[in-house]
T-cell receptor, first 113, second 114 residues
């Protein structure tokens, strides 16, 4: 199993640009989520999904959209990038009945100038 | 690339000694308390969990203690090795709760000295 994969590893955007961060898992996990990690802030939940076709907001959803058309994929879209979105983004997945044990991807480092 | 903050509390440990990492949590309604390890440039990795109705749980070289009276969680690492150098996060979880499922603490950096 490849586990949780994320692309790209690094990205630089200009303010106002949009882009999609990709996330895929091959463990047949029901639950998938996106976190951002800022210095001194730990990890904060952006959006999550409990299964295909179902998404919901986390702690910091503004400026981001998600969709879950398949069990495997959970892309995160930045609609109009802002410098405040400069961060490291992690995708995670888990079984629904073990949602405390999440498997994280390697992360995408995003810089918005 | 480095993905953690510049001002994390740091624990320096001699190789072979035991490490104790502490965490204070806030939500008395949490069902699980979890420890994650994050090595430089990688995503967090699950280490061990403990249910709220337990006060101690042991894994391989790790022990987690839960004191609900003072809302305190600790992770003990026996015979610390260079590979244990990382940032350690505690997290709390409400089983199948909607919304913010995993709430992470700020992290502690562990540096193992040879």
């Amino acid at each position: 199993n490849a586990g949780v994969t994320q692309t790209p590893k690094f990205q630089v955007l200009k303010t106002g640009q949009s882009m999609t961060l990709q996330c895929a898992q091959d463990m047949n996990h029901e639950y998938m989520s996106w976190y951002r990690q800022d210095p001194g802030m730990g990890l904060r939940l952006i959006h999550y999904s409990v299964g295909a076709g179902i998404t919901d907001q986390g702690e910091v959803p503004n400026g981001y959209n998600v969709s879950r058309s398949t069990t495997e994929d959970f892309p995160l879209r930045l609609l109009s990038a802002a410098p405040s979105q400069t961060s490291v983004y992690f995708c995670a997945s888990s079984y629904q009945d073990r949602d405390y044990e999440q498997y994280f991807g390697p992360g995408t480092r995003l810089t918005v100038t | 690339g480095e993905s953690v903050g510049l001002h994390l509390p740091t624990l320096s440990v001699q190789e072979g000694d035991n490490s104790i990492i502490n965490c204070a949590y806030s939500n008395s309604a949490s069902d699980y308390f979890i420890w994650y390890k994050q090595e430089s440039g990688k995503g967090p990795q699950f280490i061990i969990d403990i249910r709220s109705n337990m006060d101690k749980r042991q894994g391989q070289r790790v022990t987690v203690l839960l004191n609900k009276t003072v809302k305190h969680l600790s992770l003990q690492i026996a015979a610390t090795q260079p590979g244990d150098s990382a940032v350690y996060f505690c997290a709390e979880n409400r089983y199948r709760a909607a919304g913010n499922k995993l709430t992470f603490g700020g992290g502690t950096r562990v540096l193992v000295k040879p």
